[in-house]
């Protein structure tokens, strides 16, 4: 068992389909924007706006060394962003969670926590520009994905099934 690194769009279902196959396997999980928030003792709302994206980015880029040197049969959810990082390959097998922008923010609108969840999203306070963050970054989650799940219409029990199951072909 290797290292199962989660990367797509902010909302996609990244930390829920974790729990999930955290349920369902060996597999121990752990989410990198919680590491930072633990680190920070602070929100990533709150990094944001003290210290901006770019403070951010280096934190993430802190965390993927220590999670590449140090953290083996994990599987691990990411933010949105952290696909950037240079060694993401080297952390482990990295597995796209896709699904249409539309249908992303549509999931998150009919979540029972629905307001909190866009409150903790600070690049999608603007959906036009969330949109073009997606289109940018789309292609880019595509070209470093080992294995894509389509997460649309499926429930996170449903995408952690098709993501072990790609997983242990992909080994």
Not at 29 to 50: A, G, L, P, W, Y
Not at 57 to 82: A, Y
Not at 91 to 120: C, M
Request: contains cysteine.
């Amino acid at each position: 068992m290797k290292n199962i690194v989660l990367i797509g769009f902010m909302g996609v279902g990244k930390g829920s389909i974790a729990r999930e196959v955290s349920l369902n396997s060996d597999y121990m999980t752990v989410d990198t924007d919680d590491i930072i928030e633990s680190m920070q003792n602070r929100k990533i709302k709150k990094i944001f706006e003290t210290d901006g994206e770019q403070y951010f980015r280096t934190l993430e880029k802190d965390i993927s060394i220590w999670l590449q040197k140090s953290v083996k049969n994990t599987l691990i959810s990411t933010g949105g962003g952290f696909y950037k990082v240079k060694n993401l390959k080297k952390i482990g097998t990295i597995v796209l969670l896709d699904s249409p922008f539309d249908s992303i923010i549509q999931r998150i609108k009919e979540h029972p926590n629905a307001e909190n969840k866009l409150k903790k999203r600070p690049l999608l306070a603007d959906l036009e520009k969330a949109k073009e963050l997606y289109d940018l970054r789309r292609p880019e989650y595509l070209a470093l994905a080992d294995i894509v799940i389509d997460v649309t219409d499926k429930t996170a029990l449903e995408c952690s099934k098709e993501l072990l199951k790609k997983v242990k072909k992909n080994d």
